[in-house]
């Protein structure tokens, strides 16, 4: 599939669609910045001050990896709604664990890999629901091995 272009007003349109949706507004204050520095490798990404309970949404336009930005943008949005649970989870780790350790690590790495695995299940449900673009994006199944490639370097365990 070709990247959809979406002008700034159709990606606000969205965002603002959005954010009502899944009810992040009233309760935070959000903001959307568009990125246009070609550097920026990410797609979507947020910063958050959850005390004072505001946000901003970054969308890179320029060159995203995603097709679909609407996707990305409900994506990151679930993010915003996942936020507590993540809060959480990141402080059982911090406490439970000696930062650094073999074993902190691994705790934050499947605690980050199931993270998004469930922020990207949601957001392709809601989008599927109420998207207007229902057109999964797959730019990062595109940058990956082939499943031969990775399948290659196995060995026989016979």
Known sequence: MNKTVMNKTEITALFEKYIKKLRITPSWDIRLELVEDPTWPKTGDFKIDCN???AILLLNVINPTQENLEEVIVHELMHIKMYPLDQVTESLIINSFEEGSAASNFAYQQFFTALEQTVEELAK??????GDNKEFSYGRCKKGKSFNDLYEGLRSIE
């Open 52 to 54: 004072d309970r505001k």
């Open 125 to 130: 449900c809601f989008l599927l629901e109420h």
